[in-house]
Each structure stands twice: as structure tokens, then as C-alpha cells.
């Protein structure tokens, strides 16, 4: 027993070192989860709490939550045009704001992540604190770098073991809990249409391992490397389309990559698709409630072999926009 045990012990670490970090839809409104460049972009206090179900159906399967936080330092206000004016002004969307688009003056943000995933018996818990600083490069450009520091928890629940012999003599080797240092780093390039952006997650090499046997420590951390790019184009005043494509990579598994697209209305609604080469189809929507909530929701279609036992996975996304001193509806201003 001791044998089957600590070959589940080296199954978890090799898991872990495959796709260590939670899996995201909505990365398309909330790309401050994987880059902390965008720290402070917007004139307020941008607010997000979010669950995600992955593969509903399969029992145990990864459970994310997530709250993250982010503004501007000092008190002056972005943007001196349409996005900074009071909502009688012109619409933020409108083509006639984008042909009038000034970058904003170079500036600070800071911000804080907190996310809980959990997948069967293995629990992670990163805490991440951000900075950023934006450039302004001309007069309708900038350009932000910024960092992630914080520490992330990873645990292993015994109790969620089914053992032949819960008091098997292997169980007093399990390391149930271990805390790791955490570093990100990101820079995004920003204009009144154009987005682009590189990221990297989990920087600081870390040896990864349920147990003390030495023999089976061959579990590490790996960095998550992030790339991605989109543009906005109008298909009429109101309405516009922002195409996008996400590369990740995540040694030793094959490169990712998604394709996606957002339609909004106005400030108002949104509608959106995504696909993910070899594993699934997105579809999202978003709502401003109002001028300090709004709400997204998607749903993915599992097209890998895992759609034999699995419904798909659901993401659901809250936010607020704290000290919208300017009314500002939307709540990314292009993407």
C-alpha cells in the first residue's frame, strides 16, 4: 500500500508541473489576472470577484475564486477627453472618441490579487500584490511594465484520499501544506484601438513534492508564459468588434491558443466568442448594470475527449467600479 500511495503522491507533482495556474475565460475582461502591467489603467478603482467550475460533471474537478483589485496612484485623472467626462459627453465607444484619442499622462498603478483553486485533494492559494508604470510614448500611445510579488500556498488534503488503510505508515511522509515565493512580470502596449501584450506567471523556479522520500521529488513550479494581441474595428457607430489570440505556453505541455472575438453594443452589452485549439468553444456575454456594476458570464464547450464526461465548464464574473468620479459605463475601455 505504502508503494500505491506514494505513486499517487508522484501523479500529483507531475499533475502540478504540467498546468500548475487556473484556467481562464474571461481573461478578455479582466487580462489584469494574468498581467500585472495593467495595474492602475483605468480613472477608478476597478473591482472583480469571480467563480469558475471547470468540466462540470467530472467529480473533483479544479473549482477557481478569485477576488483582484486594482487603480491609479495620485490624484489626477487619466484621460482629459470623452472617457473623463461626465455621461452627457460622448460616448467612450464612439467612433468619433476614438478619432479624438489621447494617451494617458505617464503614471503609477498599483493593485492585489487573491485566487483559490482547488482540483480533488490538491488546494493552491495565491496572494499577489502589483505594481505598474505607465509611459505615455506619444500622444495617443503608451506603454506599461509592472510586477507581481507575493506567496502562494499549495495544500494537500489527506482526508480526500480513499486509502485501504487510512493509518498506512506512508501518510506520516506527506508534506500537506507548503508556501512558495511568487514573482510575475508583464508589459502592455496601449492605444485607442490597439492592445498588445507579454506576460510571465510563476518566474522563481521552485522544487514542488507531496512527500519526503527524496526519491520522489521530481515536482517543480514552472513559469506560465502569456502573449497576446487585438484589435477594435466599428461595424457601425454604436457597435464594435475587437478580434484577439492568446498564446500561452506551459513547459512541458503543447502551446496554446485562443481565438476570440467581442461584440458590444453602445456601453452597454457585450456578446463574445472564443476557441481554444484541441479543447474547447466560448461563448461569454456582459452587462453594465450600471455605471458601478456589471456582470459577465461564459460557458465553455468541451471538445476535447473529456466531453464524454463532462458538461463544459461555467465562469461567472462580478464587478465594480469603485470612485467612477467621471461615470465612466464601460468597464475596459476597448478590449
Known sequence: MKYIFTYLLLSLSLTLFAQQRPQYTQYLFNNYLLNPALSGIENYVDFKAGFRKQWSGIKDAPQTTFAAAHWNLGDDYLWKNPLSMPEDSDDPMSRNYMQNYTASPSHSGVGATVILDKAGPISRLDANVTYAYHLQLTGTLNIAVGAAVGLTRIGLDVNDLSLEDPNDPALMNTITSQIKPDIG??????GARFFAGASVQQ?????????SDPNYKS????????????????????????PSIMVKYVSPTPLSVDLNMKVGFKDRIWVGGSY??????SAMAGFNVSKLVNLTYSYDFTTSQLNKVSYGSHEIVLGLQLNNVYHVLSSMRMW
Open 185 to 190: 512580470l508583464g508589459t502592455w502596449l496601449y
Open 276 to 281: 481554444r485549439h484541441n479543447d474547447s468553444f
Open 219 to 242: 515536482g517543480k513550479e514552472v513559469p506560465h508564459f502569456f502573449l497576446t494581441t487585438g484589435y477594435k474595428v466599428f461595424l457601425a457607430e454604436d457597435i464594435s468588434a475587437v
Open 203 to 211: 518566474l522563481l523556479p521552485q522544487k514542488l513534492a507531496f512527500t
